[in-house]
Each structure stands twice: as structure tokens, then as C-alpha cells.
């Protein structure tokens, strides 16, 4: 009597050639993008820009953290403090995770928190977020309407002292 039994764990034959058609077809449709054979995901501002979308509002802005967490954001042109935004909220961690990403980006290129960041109202209801400094732009829609409208808040002409 044999006890001898095979433990060989096999991937199913029909499972792996899935999975190298599925990584080789991922592979070729890169490839016809970076070649030009496929366009690329429309880029919001080309797509405005094509569109000859303008800008409804717009406001330079400045963010300063605070030692307690929160955020104040002034006007650059006036340098009165548009809002205060409290990290104990949900849109307030939201401004902290878009602001830290920004600065990481500005330290890379061995930039400073003095050039403003542009938050623009656009005719077609996006909102982005530019950063002059690198030329990076966010668009704030994707990430929800409460996140939006935190930003979008800051774009209102009374301000807080």
C-alpha cells in the first residue's frame, strides 16, 4: 500500500494562458498609445481649451498650515483669509491630502510655498486647481461634491477676517 500522493500545486492550463492574453493584450494597447495608434484620455484642460470654455471665476489663493492642523487660505491679490479649514472634518482632511500631494511636487523641484495656486470656476461647472509654480492642475469634480464644494467655497467673494 502506497502513501506516496503528488502535492504539486499546477495552475489550471486554460487559467494561464488567460492570464499571459490578458497581460500581452494590456501590453499591445500601451503600446498603440504611446505610438499614437489609440488617443490618449481626454486632458480637461485641451478638451476646454478646444472648446473655447472660459474661465467664470478665478482667484489666487495661498495655503498656510496652522501648528493645530487646520489650513488658512488668503487671497494672494488682497491677503485676506478666504477661509479657515478645520482638519477635524472630512473636507477638511481632503484640502490637507490635495495640499500635501502639491507640496510634495513643489519640494521635488526645489520650490517654496510662495508662488499661489489658482482655483478657477470654469463655464462648463469644472473646477481646478493650478499650481503656477509647477504647472500642475487638478480637477476638482472627480472627487465628489462635498470635496468640490469645499474648494468651490473659496472661490465666493466674502471674506473672513
Known amino acids: 500500500m502506497s502513501h506516496a ?8 492550463r486554460p487559467a494561464l494562458v488567460s492570464a499571459i492574453a490578458f497581460v500581452g493584450v494590456s501590453f ?10 489609440i488617443d490618449r484620455a481626454a486632458v480637461p484642460a485641451v478638451e476646454r481649451e478646444q472648446a473655447n470654455v472660459s ?15 487646520s489650513v488658512i487660505v ?5 491677503g485676506d483669509t478666504v477661509i ?3 482638519t477635524e472634518t472630512q473636507s477638511g482632511g481632503f484640502v490637507r491630502g490635495v495640499l500635501r500631494g502639491l507640496a510634495r511636487e513643489r519640494r521635488a523641484h ?5 508662488p499661489p495656486f489658482a482655483l478657477t470656476m470654469w463655464e462648463d461647472g469644472s473646477l481646478s486647481l493650478a499650481d503656477s509654480a509647477t504647472g500642475r492642475t487638478l480637477e476638482l469634480g472627480g472627487f465628489g461634491p462635498d470635496n468640490r464644494a469645499i474648494f468651490a467655497a473659496m472661490l465666493e467673494e466674502e471674506d473672513i477676517s
Open 28 to 37: 499591445l494597447l500601451t503600446l498603440a498609445v504611446v505610438f499614437g495608434f
Open 74 to 78: 488668503t487671497d494672494v491679490s488682497s
Open 110 to 114: 526645489g520650490i517654496g510655498a510662495e
Open 5 to 12: 500522493h503528488d502535492h504539486e500545486n499546477t495552475i489550471p
Open 55 to 69: 474661465a467664470v471665476a478665478e482667484r489666487d489663493l495661498r495655503f498656510l498650515d496652522q501648528e493645530d492642523g
Open 84 to 86: 479657515v479649514v478645520d
